[in-house]
């Protein structure tokens, strides 16, 4: 499959609402060369699903991971996806960046669509404190139930009261250690 | 050999399972049939953490499983992310991800860190990233064979593949200076380089590979215990493979020719024309139990073969890396801005790292890391369905984690805890074979 060809269905299917594509070619192979196309967009949260569902139709879908980081006001997820597995150089990663602001971190979740999504947006809850309208489970997967923080969000307050915690309960690992030689 | 149904009731492996799934049936009937919680695990440490399932059972049969991870979350990705580490620290931060595939992670994450700060790599040393990663295919799926063996109750067959798994490790001693951990790839090439003395002996473990290839396949293939205990175990259908995105030999062993080094070449990848293997390419149907996942992984030792024969044959000569000097290397990496996804074919599925720097700082600003596992988390739900709790360990195994360490089991039986020790599973699932050997 050609990137050419999922952009211009992405485009035909959203409109204006995708913003900014961009294909950034690359050559790889020494002997044998190879272009691989790679797609990167930004689209509306609410535009997620039906982004996701367009790339379905052109051919096997695969999420590889959502990624995430705290950008000050809004917190950045990117999905990265993969259309069309299956043939030599016939896979094409898209990347669809969305913003969502910190007063009301929603997107609507793909499981419907793309069910081996669930892991990472369950991650993307308990790291980034994202909601994810329509996800079957949405209990922790690493951290534990009770931890009352979102380890990836820089402006956490409570955050420096666990990584203290931790630097004491080190120091004195250290002090019992040097008390017992 | 002919085309196989694992719910045929003709079929003359299957009978002993299928006596025991009458008498449980008439068990239900009379009423027997209440359902109660195996919860096993948490210590099981070859995922990126160890895991708890919690098996809800009826009889010998599993109607439910509830996966629970995150017992040993290290948070690497938010170490790697904290202000004061620059990209060399993180680079052995990634590599140490896991024990298992120390080369995937490093190289994935170097491509990422390379696209981003626009990095070429040398084509000497996009071979020998090859090489190194091929090699660790092949004592990772030998060391997989090993374990899938022991969890059948077959050590005989453990030790012979864990003996000749000692050979590739010696090979990438050699070549790295280490068994594991090879610490081989850096931003803009390789560390060390493959001298003259040493491609004989990189031969001389092929020709070794190749002569035992044989009869590895035959001694897992070809008998009937192995074929009996992982035939129609552990099923992951086509379409669930698909809808779940499970990658790897538990996607291929499915029938989904889903490979990263075919569907999205990178590297030198390209110039050795892989192509996903399946359990089509040994004249089997596809059905996604166990037993094609061991005919996948096998397979793939073959091809690693021939990629590695290719890569010593056409080697090309020249620099190993485009950064020589280390403070050089890392005054380009502090002035570059940009984002970047690296993503490799690992023994068990793609890996992916995405990062993203900032200029003037020598941190990283975003770094996200999928190990192939995540992926494969999901498939483990349509795997355990309707089977017994003896085949637990080899299906727990079949997507390739690391089980040895699983180290306990309570049974939670009419209000009593019962403690059931790995021992007393494995000695389970050894008694159903020596059941079915009779």
């Known amino acids: 499959m050609r990137a050419e060809r999922v952009l211009q269905a992405l485009t035909a299917s959203l409109g204006e609402k995708l913003r900014n594509p961009e294909l950034r070619p690359r050559e790889v192979g020494v002997r044998r060369k190879w272009t691989v196309e790679e797609i990167w967009a930004e689209v509306p949260r609410e535009a997620i699903p039906q982004a ?76 980034l404190g994202v909601e994810f309208p329509g996800i079957p489970r949405r209990d922790h997967v690493f951290l534990p139930d009770d931890l009352p923080v979102h380890p990836w969000r820089r402006d956490e307050p409570e955050l420096e009261k666990f990584l203290h915690r931790m630097v004491e309960w080190e120091k004195g690992h250290e002090r019992k250690e040097s008390e017992g030689s | 050999m002919s085309e196989r149904n694992p719910r045929d009731p003709n079929d003359p492996v299957l009978p ?34 160890p895991i708890r399932l919690t098996f809800r059972v009826r009889g010998e049969r599993i109607v439910g499983v509830d996966i629970r991870t995150g017992f040993a979350h290290r948070g690497i ?206 004249g089997l149907t596809p059905l996604g139990d166990v037993y094609d996942k061991i005919v996948v992984r096998l397979l793939e030792v073959g091809q690693s073969l021939d990629i590695i024969e290719k890569a010593l044959e056409n080697m090309p000569e020249g620099e190993i890396t485009s950064f020589p000097k280390i403070p ?14 690296g993503w490799h074919e690992a023994p068990r599925g793609e890996v992916i790292h995405y990062v993203r720097l900032v200029s003037g700082d020598e941190s990283l600003l975003v770094w996200k890391v999928k190990a192939p596992t995540y992926s494969n988390l999901m498939s483990w739900y349509p795997m355990f369905e309707d089977q017994e709790i003896a085949d637990i360990p080899i299906i727990a195994a079949c997507i390739d984690p690391c089980i040895c360490c699983m180290d ?31």
Not at chain 1, 104 to 116: K, M
Not at chain 2, 237 to 242: D, N
Not at chain 2, 328 to 341: D, P, Q, S, V
């Open chain 2, 16 to 49: 002993a399972v299928d006596e025991v799934r009458e008498v449980e049936l008439r068990g239900l009937e009379a009423g027997l049939g209440e359902t109660f919680e195996v919860p096993i695990g948490p210590i099981h440490p070859a995922l990126k953490e």
């Open chain 2, 408 to 438: 306990r089991v309570y049974v939670v039986r009419d209000g009593k805890e019962e403690t059931w020790t790995k021992e007393k599973l494995l000695q389970l699932s050894w008694e159903k074979t020596r059941r079915m050997r009779r």
């Open chain 1, 52 to 127: 996701v569902a367009t790339l379905k139709n052109l051919g096997p879908l695969h999420i590889s991971i959502i990624s995430g980081h705290d950008a000050g006001d809004v917190i950045e997820l990117l999905y990265h996806l993969a259309v069309g597995f299956g043939t030599e150089g016939g896979e094409v990663m898209v990347t669809l960046r969305t913003f969502l602001p910190k007063s009301d971190p929603r997107v609507p979740s793909i499981c419907g669509i793309l069910p081996g999504a669930e892991t990472t947006e369950r991650e993307k809850i308990e790291f």
């Open chain 2, 77 to 282: 990705e938010f170490m790697g992310m904290r202000q004061g580490r620059n990209l060399i620290q993180v680079l052995y931060l990634a590599e140490r991800i896991c024990g298992i595939c120390s080369v995937s992670h490093p190289i994935a994450f170097t491509q990422a860190v390379e696209r981003a700060a626009g990095i070429e790599v040398p084509p000497r040393a996009q071979y020998i990233r090859v090489i190194i990663s091929e090699l660790e295919r092949i004592h990772s799926h030998l060391l997989w064979a090993g374990v899938a063996a022991h969890e059948l109750g077959f050590d005989t067959l453990l030790h012979l593949t864990w003996r000749v798994r000692e050979k590739v490790l010696d090979i990438l001693e050699e070549l790295s200076g280490n068994r594991i951990d090879y610490a081989i790839p850096i931003f803009g090439g390789v560390r060390r380089d493959i001298t003259p003395e040493q491609y004989p002996k990189v031969w001389e473990a092929i020709r070794y590979y190749r002569g035992l290839q044989e009869q590895l396949l035959d001694a897992f293939l070809n008998d009937p215990t192995v074929e009996a205990r992982t035939r129609g175990v552990g099923i992951l259908e086509p379409k669930e493979a698909e809808e779940l995105c499970a990658v790897g030999p538990t996607a291929r062993a499915s029938g989904l020719r889903k490979d990263v080094r075919q569907d999205r070449p990178y590297l030198a990848y390209p110039d050795f024309e892989v192509r996903a293997i399946t359990p089509a390419d040994y």
């Open chain 2, 328 to 341: 050089a290397l890392l005054a380009h990496l502090k002035k570059a801005e940009g984002e970047g996804l």
